[in-house]
């Protein structure tokens, strides 16, 4: 508090408000205001500052803005677009638990699948090449 020097513990719901107007389109309507407390893995607002404010916002985007209720900070916006995008990076890198992680047993069995057929294709390819088995003979 700028007035007694006093340490302000949170925000409230019209704080939060105020934050995230600074950053979102003057054109945009609140529609709804939520207060959460946990997130899991698969949340869009994973492994982010928590307790926070979701500032759900009017529109074909369904956009929703996340604002920090510990130190008011505004801290990300999520669309539609984005939700399509985190959906195919979590089968880009096959990390269907916290989509992070992109060392995964899984992509890794699948990178040395991807190597051995690669390296199995070249192989055939010189053994079978009509063009390989005529330099062939004609060093032999």
């Known amino acids: 508090n700028a007035l007694n020097g006093t340490l302000k513990e949170?925000?409230?719901?019209?704080?939060?408000?105020?934050?995230?107007?600074?950053?979102?389109k003057d054109e945009l309507e609140v529609e709804t205001v939520e207060y959460i407390n946990t997130a899991g893995k698969h949340h869009e607002y994973r492994e982010k500052l928590l307790p926070a404010y979701v500032i759900s916002y009017k529109g074909k985007d369904n956009l929703k803005a996340y604002v920090s209720a510990i130190d008011g900070q505004f801290q990300t916006?999520?669309?539609?677009?984005?939700?399509?995008?985190?959906?195919?990076?979590?089968?880009?890198t096959m990390d269907?638990?916290?989509?992070?992680?992109?060392?995964?047993t899984l992509l890794r069995a699948f990178s040395l699948l991807g190597l051995i057929t690669v390296l199995s294709g070249f192989t055939l390819f010189f053994t079978s090449s009509p063009s390989v088995r005529k330099i062939l003979k004609k060093i032999k």
Request: cysteine-free.
């Open 10 to 24: 949170g925000i409230d719901k019209t704080e939060a408000l105020y934050v995230a107007d600074m950053h979102i």
């Open 77 to 92: 916006v999520r669309h539609r677009s984005w939700r399509i995008f985190d959906f195919l990076w979590m089968t880009h």
């Open 96 to 104: 269907y638990e916290g989509r992070d992680n992109f060392n995964t």
